[in-house]
């Protein structure tokens, strides 16, 4: 039995070449987070339509609950500064988390993809730096990475470009690795239940065997520590470390 | 079987794409999200204020009131009170003029009846006298049978008032 773990696919291609940026294509992942992005607005808006002063809905009172804790998680790990950060991390968190789930409705996660991960992470490199220019200058940047001696610049320099790496192949890598480890289960169990159904003599083995029937329900247990556990604490991950880097930027 | 990209690559327009999504995202997240839960929230919150503030004003007003109030009673009391004590003074001071009064008035009046009576016990001795000196001088007169001058007269009552006196 062959497993293949494809790559998203490409739906539309450009004809034509743009100069250096390559041809434009249209895949899997993008039409998938639109449809992520698509989920979460209509999300917002169903939480926020017909608010109240008083007397608020449970609806209401879960969407200020989103709020005071998106909130609380960006003040709570950066500060009262860094306030208008807020609905950067929460789409962050929101986009990370609805992209990691919709696998579980059979689409094919847009955080499966590098380029979704490393965008956000060039994104997220680009507000650290901001940050560490604005707090201590050019020059203060440039010196940061001679710190604590001069002959540990390499380092340095390796260790900031590490950062959005890091951060976008932890993310990736550990969605893929679902996807794989799903991949190899399904094929398994198929296997499996077509050499035990396969015991069943005459015909009807012959064709049971054929039903991969353990394919059913066991993935869904595994799929909550693969799908959901890894999906969620991912997001949390990836927006944790992104406070704390731009936290620490912030920092004299 | 539809094309596939590779599996780990970095393509730089779907790259860019995802950029842009993630601030889109975050615009709408804001829009849709943030926008009205802060509004509604900020909402909340000034009304609470107002009520709070309006509870301190009104609770502040009633004890304004109630000190006022206290105040008027306890001037009131004090009124009374005094109104009380000035006229248990002033009717202490009226009886005991009256009774000044009246004793002035029995005194003087017990004066002048002594000196009525006095008067009167001077009057009728006078009498007496000049009925008993007109008798004395009539018997005289008859006795010694001659008209006394005027000065004769009263010296010869007087010399015998005084030994009525002396009697």
Redesign the interface.
Same mark, same amino acid.
């Given at each position: 039995m062959n497993i293949e773990i494809n790559g998203p696919k490409v739906f539309y291609t450009f004809p034509f070449d743009i100069p250096i940026l390559g041809r434009l294509q249209i895949s899997e992942t993008l039409v998938v987070s639109w449809i992520v992005m698509l989920i979460i607005t209509l999300l917002c808006i169903w939480l926020t339509h017909n608010l109240k002063v008083e007397n608020i809905s449970k609806r209401q009172a879960f969407a200020e609950m989103l709020v005071e804790t998106a909130d609380n998680f960006v003040i709570g790990n950066m500060g009262e500064k860094f306030k208008n950060l807020v609905p950067f991390v929460a789409a962050l968190f929101a986009t990370s988390l609805v992209s990691n789930l919709i696998s579980l409705v059979g689409l094919r996660s847009p955080t499966a993809d590098l380029n979704t991960e490393a965008a956000w992470a060039v994104v997220v490199f680009i507000m650290i730096t901001t940050q560490k220019i604005k707090t201590g200058g050019f020059g203060g940047y440039l010196k940061g990475f001679t710190q604590p001696i001069p002959v540990m610049t390499p380092f340095n320099v390796l260790s900031e470009l590490a950062t959005p790496i890091s951060l976008a192949c932890r993310h990736f890598g550990n969605i893929l690795s679902g996807i794989v480890i799903n991949g190899l289960i399904y094929a398994a169990l198929a296997v499996a239940s077509s050499a035990l159904l396969g015991l069943i003599p005459g015909a009807v083995g012959l064709f049971l065997s054929h039903v991969p029937i353990l394919d059913v329900g066991i993935p869904a247990v595994l799929s909550v520590y693969f799908d959901w556990f890894t999906g969620v604490m991912q997001a949390y991950i990836f927006c944790m470390l992104t406070t704390m880097y731009i936290a620490n930027a912030a920092e004299e | 079987m539809?094309?596939?990209?590779?599996?780990?690559? !970095?393509?730089?327009?779907?790259?860019?794409?995802?950029?842009l999504?993630? %601030?889109?995202?975050? !615009? !709408?997240?804001?829009k849709? !999200? %943030?926008k009205?839960?802060?509004?509604?929230?900020e909402?909340?919150k000034a009304?609470a204020d107002s009520v709070i503030s309006e509870a301190t004003k009104t609770k502040e007003e009633a004890e304004a009131m109630k000190a006022e109030y206290e105040e008027n009673i306890a001037a009131a009391r004090d009124k009374a009170s005094d109104i009380l004590a000035n006229a248990q003074k002033t009717a202490t001071l009226k009886s005991e003029e009256i009774i000044k009064e009246a004793s002035e008035a029995a005194i003087s009046m017990k004066a002048k009846a002594e000196r009525d009576i006095e008067q009167e016990k001077r009057k009728a001795v006078n009498e007496i006298k000049d009925e008993i000196g007109n008798m004395a001088m009539e018997i005289a007169g008859k006795v010694i049978e001659r008209e006394i001058s005027e000065e004769d007269h009263t010296k010869l009552i007087d010399e015998f008032i005084e030994k009525v006196g002396e009697v």
């Open positions: - | 539809a094309e596939h990209q590779e599996l780990v690559t !970095l393509i730089p327009w779907t790259f860019i794409a995802q950029i999504n993630l %601030f889109i995202q975050m !615009l !709408l997240i804001k849709f !999200l %943030f009205p839960i802060r509004e509604v929230l909402k909340r009304k």
